[in-house]
């Protein structure tokens, strides 16, 4: 059995009961709302200041979903009141990336600008004059990492010469060349 305790708590969350299966749960804040859903195989108990989260059956699942939900829920309560970003960073030569009315525009090295559409509720802002590194906010966590991986996945990591799409502050180990042999 595991309480999460919060101040005006029904003033935040709402649990509705939308199947056999599932919960809707939305939690609402400054920045917005987020809407999850959760098994039932955890029991979902709320009271003026907590939420009381125990399993039907005491198995090895319910016990991680427990453990997960927890956490959940507490990230959507300091998402929606705080926010939630990434930084990312643009790596090599030439390289460079611009926003424009809700689209990210990068120079990876194609023959080509790569757009990058950014999704509903995801704001991004480049942070310096070189163009290399930028912003995601949003109030929606897996919203934001998701769009982040998708954003990384425009360019793979080059191992050889580090280059690519990098969340600010990941070193890679570089790979050696083949070179020349003695």
């Known amino acids: 059995m595991i309480t999460i305790e919060k101040s005006n708590l029904k003033n935040k969350l709402s649990i509705k009961d939308i199947s056999k299966d599932y919960y809707k749960v939305k939690v609402s804040g400054i920045y917005g709302n987020i809407k999850s859903y959760f098994r039932k195989e955890v029991v979902m108990k709320v009271s003026p200041d ?3 989260l125990e399993p039907y059956t ?3 699942e319910t016990k991680s979903l427990l453990q997960t939900y927890k956490t ?6 300091s998402d929606v009141d705080y926010g939630f ?3 990312l960073e643009v790596r090599g030569v030439g390289t460079k990336v611009q926003y424009s009315l809700g689209q990210l525009m990068f120079n990876l090295g194609f023959s080509h600008q790569v757009k990058y559409n950014l999704p509903e ?4 802002r480049v942070l310096d004059d070189k ?3 930028f912003l995601l906010f949003g109030n929606d966590r897996d919203l934001v990492l998701s ?3 998708k954003v990384c996945s ?3 990591k080059d191992v050889y010469k580090g280059k690519g799409i990098f969340f600010f502050g990941e070193e890679i180990t570089l790979k050696e060349g083949k070179g020349k042999n003695a």
Request: aromatic share 10%; glycine share 10%; hydrophobic share 50%.
């Open 85 to 87: 970003f990434v930084i």
């Open 58 to 60: 005491f198995t090895k």
């Open 147 to 149: 769009t982040a991986s």
């Open 154 to 156: 425009l360019k793979k």
């Open 131 to 133: 163009g290399s590194v």
């Open 121 to 124: 509720g995801i704001i991004g």
């Open 50 to 52: 907590r939420v009381l």
């Open 72 to 77: 959940k829920i507490l990230n959507s309560f």
